[in-house]
């Protein structure tokens, strides 16, 4: 798996702060990984980026960032309105198949969802994952509405051919409501794909440290980390009373 594409079921659901704790388990394993944001919006030239951010959390990785655009749009909209070159699906492989072949793991964040337009020729994340044959990571919230958005991604995936490895969510609360205690036990039959990992919220606050420390226990032996998926859904299933 020298490539890995991450996705999620909408913007704002923890892709950054999941693909950072990939990054940073990964890392801890002894991996050399490089990051590629294809498509930074809504971020002035001297803020930084999602990767800057990937990096400040998970530690020692290379960062790339295809394209910036100053509006908070989809990358499409956004080159459009600011009169830029857009980022193409080709660009997208080629970035990270010249990473790959320096790095063994090359994490690409998309921006918003898996369908979000990329360019005027309608060019998705999908079309780069599918160019590349590369699994995609899907990261959900936790609470009312994902079960849709997440069936409705992971049969897009399953359309085009592509490998859903699992899905991650992408903020899971201390105090979670019954919604998402049920959505533990359902994500993964919408998807037909494993739960990988739940985020807990706020983790991007964390010292840098602690992050790396902690990292691999929201995650699942497959993203190099050591996360227990029936101890954590028999947990969150009990009910907020539960130890």
Request: glycine share 10%.
């Amino acid at each position: 798996m020298p490539i890995l594409v991450i996705t999620g079921t909408g913007t704002e659901v923890g892709k950054t702060v999941t693909t950072a704790a990939v990054a940073a388990s990964a890392l801890a394993a002894g991996r050399t990984v490089a990051v590629l944001k294809a498509a930074q919006t809504g971020v002035r030239p001297d803020e930084r980026g999602d990767a800057d951010e990937v990096a400040r959390l998970a530690g020692a990785v290379t960062t790339a960032e295809l394209a910036r655009y100053p509006e908070p749009l989809a990358p499409g909209t956004a080159a459009r309105r600011a009169g830029m070159t857009p980022v193409r699906p080709y660009d997208v492989v080629q970035a990270a198949q010249k990473l790959a072949v320096e790095h063994d793991l090359v994490l690409v964040e998309g921006a918003g969802g898996l369908l979000v337009r990329f360019d005027e020729a309608g060019g998705t994340l999908a079309d780069a994952a599918e160019a590349l044959r590369a699994p995609v990571l899907v990261v959900a919230t936790a609470g009312l509405g994902t079960l849709n958005t997440t069936e409705l991604t992971a049969r897009e995936l399953r359309r085009r051919g592509l490998e859903l490895l699992g899905v991650v969510i992408g903020g899971w609360p201390d105090s979670p409501d019954l919604a998402m205690r049920c959505n533990v036990t359902d994500l993964p039959d919408v998807a037909s794909a494993p739960l990988l990992g739940a985020i807990p919220l706020g983790v991007g606050t964390l010292p840098p440290r602690l992050f790396r420390t902690e990292a691999p226990n929201w995650l699942a032996p497959r993203l190099d980390g050591h996360w227990e998926a029936d101890t954590f859904r028999r947990r969150a299933t009990a009910g907020p009373t539960a130890d």
